[in-house]
C-alpha cells in the first residue's frame, strides 16, 4: 500500500537556489528516510529522522518531521548540477502494530538543477 | 568499504522463462531485503530475511521465491516471467535492525528486462 506521497513531482531549479521537497504518510512510523537516485541507478541513504525528532541537518540538507501532520520535508541548500536526482523519502514502521522493519517509499521527485 | 553486491547487473529473458539473481551483504549483515522498481515508480517491498530465514513478505507474487543462504547472499528466484516483471531489483542489507537507526545500504540493482 503507498505510503509515502511526495510533493512536487517534478522541481527544477537554478544552481545555486534551494530545493524543497515535501513528503506526507498515512501510518505510524518508527522513523523516515530521505534516498537519492540517479537515473537508474542504486538507491543512496542521504538522512534517517525519528520519530521522536523534529529536525535534524547534515551538511547541506536540512530535513523536517511533523508527526501530528504526518509529513516529512527535505531542504537542500545552494543547490549543485551534481544534485540532479531524484529523491525518495522512505518510512520504517518498525516492529509496532505486527509490521516489521522495512521501508515505504514515496512516489519521489525529480530534481533538476540547471547550471 | 565493501558494499551490497548484485549480480548481474543486466539481465534479458523471454516471457515465461526464469530468472535468479543474487544478492551479496555487506561483510557482517544478516538482514536482507529485497524491493522492486518498476519504470518511474517507486521502490516496492518484496521480501526480506534474517539470519537465513523469512521476515516479511510484501507484495512478491507467488512466481518468485527467494532465500537466504548459510552465507548470508540471498537470491531471489523467478518463474514463468511476465512483461510486467520488468524492473529494476534492489537489495538491501542491514546488521539486525540498526538499518532502523543508521539507514540501509542498498546495492546497485539488477536491471531485468523480460520480453
Known amino acids: 500500500s503507498q505510503q509515502g506521497e511526495e510533493d512536487p513531482q517534478a522541481l527544477s531549479i537554478q544552481e545555486g537556489e534551494n530545493a524543497t521537497m515535501n513528503c506526507s504518510y498515512k501510518t505510524s512510523i518508527n522513523n523516515l528516510q530521505w534516498y537519492r537516485q540517479n537515473s537508474g541507478r542504486g538507491l543512496v541513504h542521504l538522512i534517517l529522522?525519528?520519530?521522536?525528532?523534529r529536525e535534524k541537518h547534515s551538511g547541506r540538507l536540512r530535513v523536517t518531521l511533523d508527526t501530528s501532520k504526518k509529513s516529512s520535508s527535505l531542504l537542500i541548500t545552494a543547490s549543485r548540477a551534481a544534485d540532479t536526482a531524484s529523491y525518495f523519502c522512505?518510512?520504517?514502521?518498525?516492529?509496532?502494530?505486527?509490521?516489521?522493519?522495512?521501508?515505504?517509499f514515496g512516489k519521489g521527485t525529480l530534481l533538476t538543477v540547471n547550471p | 568499504a565493501a558494499g551490497v553486491i548484485q549480480s548481474p547487473r543486466h539481465l534479458i529473458k523471454e516471457k515465461r522463462e526464469t530468472a535468479t539473481l543474487k544478492c551479496y551483504p555487506i561483510?557482517?549483515?544478516?538482514?536482507v531485503y529485497w524491493y522492486q522498481q518498476g519504470p518511474g515508480q517507486d521502490p516496492q517491498f518484496l521480501i526480506s530475511f534474517y539470519e537465513k530465514m523469512q521476515s516479511d513478505k510484501g507484495s512478491i507474487p507467488d512466481r518468485f521465491s527467494a532465500q537466504q543462504f548459510s552465507d548470508y547472499h540471498s537470491e531471489l528466484n523467478m518463474s514463468s516471467l511476465e512483461l510486467g516483471d520488468s524492473a529494476l531489483y534492489f537489495c538491501?542489507?542491514?546488521?539486525?535492525?540498526?538499518?532502523?537507526?543508521?539507514?540501509?545500504?542498498f546495492g546497485s540493482g539488477t536491471r531485468l528486462t523480460v520480453v
Open positions: 561483510p557482517r549483515h544478516d538482514t
Open positions: 522512505a518510512t520504517d514502521a518498525g516492529n509496532s502494530g505486527g509490521s516489521n522493519y522495512k521501508l515505504t
Open positions: 538491501a542489507s542491514s546488521l539486525g535492525v540498526a538499518g532502523a537507526n543508521y539507514g540501509y545500504t
Open positions: 529522522i525519528r520519530s521522536n525528532e
